[in-house]
């Protein structure tokens, strides 16, 4: 089973800052990697999917990088509807599909 | 556009089983590969299970196999999960999603279905 590791854990931002977020995979997963964001109540929604694809009707400050065992989600001057849970999952080796623990974005 | 409608959720005691339901509309369902995810309110994502569009192929989570089947009804455009000797620990808001076999990544989300297992 392939797990995902996400850092950090909650990440203050203040509001027009930019964010980075980490998930590191325990084996390659090439670029077979999607990024979820999840609001409080609310079902995810896929942001990014193969590492660097922005999902239909993603803004453009959600990117997107890496490959095999490292990856990035970088949003760029966080808006208020930005402070949520995101996910990383990997699709590369399953079952089981995997998904990383989260990183909780809140504002600083 | 997909829409996905689970249903079928609710409280059940441990041992005890369920079947929740999903109604596909919008997309081919006969065409498309579905999975089952779950997520304990305030937790994480836990892939559950998978089933191709043609009903071969299933696979599960370790934890499930042999309680859980997932199942399902071109004609009536709906995926089924069928959940017996549920356990505490099985409690969790459950989606149902479509994804294939090669890329499977979720795009589409709908409310979940809530399944509570206590006594």
């Known amino acids: 089973e392939i797990v995902l590791t996400q850092s950090p854990d909650t990440l203050s931002v203040s509001p027009g800052e930019s964010a980075t977020l980490s998930c590191r995979a325990s084996?390659?997963?090439?670029?077979?990697l999607a990024w979820y964001q999840q609001k409080p109540g609310q079902a995810p929604r896929l942001l990014i999917y193969?590492?660097?694809k922005r999902a239909t009707d993603i803004p453009g400050r959600f990117s997107g990088s890496g490959s095999g065992t490292e990856f990035t989600l970088t949003i760029s001057s966080l808006q208020s509807e930005d402070f949520a849970v995101y996910y990383c999952?990997?699709?590369?080796?399953?079952?089981?599909?995997?998904f990383g623990g989260g990183t909780k974005v809140e504002i600083k | 556009q997909v829409h996905l409608e689970e249903s079928g959720g609710g409280v059940v005691q441990p041992g005890g089983s369920l079947r929740l339901s999903c109604a596909a509309s919008?997309?081919?369902?006969?065409?498309?590969?579905m999975h089952w995810v779950r997520q304990v309110p305030g937790k994480g994502l836990e892939w559950v299970a998978f089933?191709?569009?043609?009903?071969?192929?299933?696979y599960y989570l370790d934890s499930v196999k042999g309680r859980f089947t997932i199942s399902r009804d071109n004609s009536k455009n709906t995926l089924y999960l069928h959940m017996n000797s549920l356990r505490v620990e099985d409690s969790a808001v459950y989606y149902c999603?479509?994804?294939?076999?090669?890329?499977?990544?979720?795009?589409?989300w709908g409310q979940g279905a809530l399944v509570t297992v206590s006594s």
């Open positions: 999603l479509d994804g294939d076999l090669w890329s499977a990544y979720f795009k589409h």
């Open positions: 919008g997309f081919t369902f006969s065409t498309y590969d």
């Open positions: 089933m191709r569009h043609d009903g071969n192929n299933k």
């Open positions: 084996q390659s997963v090439n670029s077979n």
């Open positions: 193969a590492a660097s």
């Open positions: 999952q990997q699709y590369n080796t399953w079952p089981p599909l995997t």
